[in-house]
């Protein structure tokens, strides 16, 4: 079992950055890859980013390439989301999720495991 708590979140004008974090529990962090998704009012989740085990690998979205960054810290159990240039668009709920997946990593909300309660981004214009 693995929990997932994401922080950093909050209130941003544009233009502007924030960088999220997601603490997982346990000791097998590093057997999981990791995914930072979104999911806006109105719209379906989608995958902005993830990062295989070793972080060695990653995928961003077309629409946050160049702008956010996902790294993790096997050591402290983190996932994070560093996320410059934010627009209004980016507003959503953030959630980190952990896959157990023989992938390497994967963007499919249906390869992963556990997720976190959500964290909401609100990028003002």
């Known amino acids: 079992q693995v929990q997932l708590v994401e922080s950093g979140g909050g209130l941003v004008q544009a233009g502007g950055s924030l960088r999220l974090s997601c603490a997982a529990s346990?000791?097998?962090?590093?057997?999981?890859?990791m995914g930072w998704f979104r999911q806006a009012p109105g719209k379906e989740r989608e995958c902005v980013a993830a990062?295989?085990?070793?972080?060695?690998?990653?995928y961003y979205a077309d629409s946050v390439k160049g702008r956010f960054t996902i790294s993790r810290d096997n050591a402290k159990n983190t996932v994070y989301l560093q996320m410059n240039g934010l627009k209004p668009e980016d507003t959503a709920v953030y959630y980190c999720?952990?896959?157990?997946?023989?992938?390497?990593?994967?963007?499919?909300?249906?390869?992963?495991?556990?997720w976190g309660q959500g964290t909401q981004v609100t990028v003002s214009s």
């Open positions: 346990g000791r097998t962090f590093s057997s999981y890859s």
């Open positions: 990062i295989s085990r070793s972080g060695g690998g990653t």
């Open positions: 999720a952990a896959s157990a997946s023989t992938l390497t990593l994967t963007t499919s909300i249906g390869n992963y495991d556990y």
